[in-house]
């Protein structure tokens, strides 16, 4: 059996033409630019005895890096997707002045080198910056702590969640508002039974993304987290210091542990997105 | 369940919406508003339905003043254009939406909500796909599962926005025999809008006609086609010949013809617009006939018993710069003894005309 029927079966006639090529060319830009990369790490991480792996990944205090590297990217990605939300849904909706501006504003953490976004943040959360003085007197201290981290990885994801609802909440017909409450449908039934179900698949690649994004974030954190061993120390940072070490075996070791379990939760939300996405109607 | 509405006014910025309206909807009956695009019709279904509020004027509902109630609270059931199905819950979700959504002491319990969803799903012919998703659905599919959810709650009135209209040509004449049907069945006020001439006069028991934001004409279908009330009534429903002239006694002179006329309510000399249908209309080959307004044959056009024969006004006898066209239907027989040929002159004869005034036209 060759390659094309393998990949085409019933060997239908295609309308769309490069079936073969454009499969062709994904596989090798894929390899080329995700795939060698990262199976260059697990090569260099293979260097490692068993036990020796096993023992660096779980270090207590490598251990503590990961709570808080996914603990705080998965409680920053799930706030992004309450206020993302809303934030769309204000710019969707209505009108008011200045909008255009904060619509720009949005995308400013994408565009920002992530090192002045963590200057500017400790700059504020810091015990003597405009923000953290206010908190410093009701005991809440932001900078150099896991609250500093999350702070920090909000700011990077608010772009995902936004624009990734925004369209799906411009293409939302009223009618199906309105539809609902000629029904008898209070408004908190009406999001809740209505456009949340509708826009939940957009909700949840914006979940993933910002997730993601969370997760590898180094450069905007290490400033407000103050790095603390065993409190505010992310994994990133940890494979980071293992490298200055020249432990390349030890760092790529814990980059596989952090490269696995990120693709197992994103596998999971796009599984998850992509059942939403079925009960929408919109697989076929 | 009878539908008032008074001195309705509605304006979005300088466009005037409805311009005063006052209508009266008899209870059970099933009502058309009828009119060309921008004439107020919808506007005037969502402000009964409470979507939209009126600058002025009120909105009765059973003899009560609605014109404050929210919509959630008006019971009417109201059926899109596009559907508007929840395309996250199957047509079974969709159909008991309005009675899962009801406050937990009236809401009534799961068994009972099956019960009731199915029998309208049965209703609507749509049983067998209770467990399907709308997307899955064909468009005449979906707009029977609409109404069925819009009929779940026992509205007082069913609104309909232009059902029919995202539908092909076939299913809109099928689903239209078969709203008739419904309606007969469930007896429910109903109103829908609709700018099909067509589907107005077959579907409702009363056509409500709309210009401009004003109702021009509201009467039975025989009524408004046979009798139009105003020019543009006559203009709006079916196919129509215009003639333009100038009243001279008992008749219209329209270029070197005159036509006779039986109206009695226009000047001696006034400007004047005369109607006739396709089949008021007479040709006469004899081009020495004394009657009638001269035309020449245009293309004969034969599908079934009728023929339709287009004609055109002769050159140099164009009205305003513009040369008229004219249309006549007649049954085949006489078509083929008149032996019409292209370019040939003939003489328009019409048996009947209606006159109005011209400034109104």
Known sequence: MGVATFFNPTRQTRVLPGFGLALGYTLVYLSLVVLIPLSAVFLESATLSGSEFWAIVSSPRVVATYKLSFGASLLAAAINAVFGLMLAWALVRYSFPGKKLIDALVDLPFALPTAVAGIALTALYAGNGWIGSLLAPLGIKVAFTPLGVLVALVFIGVPFVVRTVQPILEDLETELEEAAASLGANRLQTFSKVLLPTLLPALLTGFALAFARAVGEYGSVIFIAGNIPMVSEITPLIIITKLEQYDYAGATAVAVVMLVFSFLMLLAINLLQAWSAKRTGRNR | ?361
């Open chain 2, 1 to 361: 369940m009878s539908i008032q509405v008074k001195e309705i006014h509605k304006q979005f910025g300088e466009f005037v919406a409805l311009d005063q309206v006052s209508l009266d909807f008899p209870t059970g009956a099933l009502t058309a508003l009828l009119g060309p695009s921008g004439c107020g019709k919808t506007t005037l279904l969502r402000v009964i339905a409470g979507l939209e509020t009126a600058d002025s004027g009120r909105v009765i509902l059973e003899g009560e003043d609605a014109s404050d109630t929210h919509v959630r609270q008006r019971r009417v059931g109201f059926v899109f254009q596009h559907y508007a199905l929840f395309r996250h819950m199957t047509v079974l979700e969709n159909v008991a939406f309005g009675l899962r959504v009801k406050p937990r002491r009236e809401r009534p319990d799961d068994a009972e909500i099956r019960r009731r969803v199915h029998r309208l799903l049965d209703l609507v012919q749509l049983d067998a796909l209770a467990e399907r998703f709308p997307a899955q659905l064909s468009g005449g599919q979906r707009q029977r599962v609409a109404l069925a959810r819009a009929l779940a709650v026992e509205p007082r009135v069913l609104l309909l926005d232009e059902p029919f209209g995202a539908l092909d040509a076939q299913v809109r004449k099928e689903l239209r025999r078969w709203l008739r049907r419904l309606h007969d069945e469930l007896q429910v006020t109903s109103i829908f809008v609709t700018h099909d001439q067509e589907e107005a006069l077959e579907v409702a028991d009363r056509v409500v006609l709309m210009n401009r934001g004003r109702v021009e004409q509201v009467d039975t279908p025989a009524e408004v086609y046979e009798a139009p009330a105003t020019p543009f009534v006559y203009g709006f429903l079916g196919a129509v010949n215009v003639f333009h002239g100038r009243i001279e006694g008992p008749h219209l002179r329209v270029g070197e013809a005159t036509l006779p006329h039986e109206q009695t309510q226009v000047i001696h000399g006034a400007e004047a617009v005369a109607f006739s249908r396709p089949h008021e209309l007479r040709i006469v080959t004899d081009p020495d006939t004394p009657h009638g307004v001269a035309a020449v044959v245009e293309r004969v056009l034969i599908f079934g018993a009728d023929v339709r024969v287009e004609l055109d006004s002769l050159p140099g006898a164009a009205v305003r710069g513009e040369p008229a066209h004219y249309e006549v239907v007649m049954p085949r027989a006489q078509v083929d003894a008149l032996a019409l040929t292209r370019g040939q002159r003939v003489r328009l004869v019409p048996s009947q005309i209606r006159v109005f005034p011209s400034q109104a036209a």
